[in-house]
C-alpha cells in the first residue's frame, strides 16, 4: 500500500509461449513504467540451474518436437526461486516476471500460493501460433515446435486481469496497455 492507502501493484507476472513477445513487453515496462522494476524469468532460471540438469529427467529435458518435461529437482529449485522473487517484491522491490506456464492452471495456483496476499497484475501473451513459430525459427535458440506446443496449453485455465496479443501488436503498444492497468 502506498501512503494514502491505496493498494499499489507490486508484482507483474506475465504468462505466454515461448516467442509470444513476453520479454520484449518486460523490456519495454521496464523502459515506460515511472518506478524502477526488476524482471526474472523462466529462462534466467533454466540457465541457472547446473549444466546436468538441463538434460535431465530429474531437472528439464526439451524433445524434439519442442515438448518441455520437467522432474522432480526442477521443481524443488524453482519452488525455492519462486519463493526468493516473492521474498524481493515483500521486500519493496516491484517485480516482473516472464513465465510459461506449461501446467496451464496448476502453475498459476503455484504462485497465488507463494504470493499470499501480494498485489499482482496477472497478464496473459497471446500470440497465434504461426507468427510465435515463425519467431521461433528466426530467435534460432529453441528446438522448433516450442512455440506451437506451448501457445495454447499455457494460457489453459488461467485467469488473468489483463491479455494482449502480440500477433500484430508491437511490444510498446503491449506495455502500454499493461503499464495503463498498473497502480
Request: overall charge negative.
Amino acid at each position: 500500500m502506498d501512503y494514502c492507502g491505496a493498494v499499489t501493484t507490486q508484482m507483474i507476472i506475465l504468462n505466454g509461449g515461448s516467442s509470444s513477445g513476453k520479454s520484449g513487453i518486460v523490456r519495454c515496462l521496464q523502459a515506460i513504467l515511472p518506478d524502477p522494476w526488476l524482471a526474472f524469468g523462466v529462462d534466467s532460471f533454466i540457465a541457472a540451474m547446473p549444466a546436468k540438469m538441463q538434460a535431465s529427467g530429474e531437472g528439464i529435458t526439451f524433445a524434439p518436437d519442442g515438448g518441455v518435461s520437467v522432474g522432480a529437482d526442477f521443481m524443488a529449485l524453482y519452488a525455492a526461486w519462486t519463493e526468493g522473487v516473492v521474498a524481493m517484491a515483500r521486500a519493496g522491490a516491484r517485480v516482473i516476471i516472464d513465465e510459461v506456464f506449461l501446467g496451464g492452471a496448476a502453475s498459476q495456483q503455484r504462485w497465488q500460493k507463494a504470493l499470499g496476499g501480494l498485489d499482482v497484475l496477472w497478464v496473459g501473451v497471446r500470440c497465434e501460433s504461426a507468427v510465435a513459430a515463425g519467431r521461433e525459427i528466426a530467435r534460432g535458440d529453441r528446438v522448433r515446435g516450442m512455440a506451437a506446443s506451448q501457445a495454447h496449453v499455457v494460457h489453459e485455465g488461467v485467469i488473468y486481469d489483463l491479455e494482449v496479443d502480440t500477433t500484430h501488436t508491437e511490444s510498446l503498444v503491449c506495455a502500454r496497455t499493461i503499464a495503463a492497468r498498473v497502480s
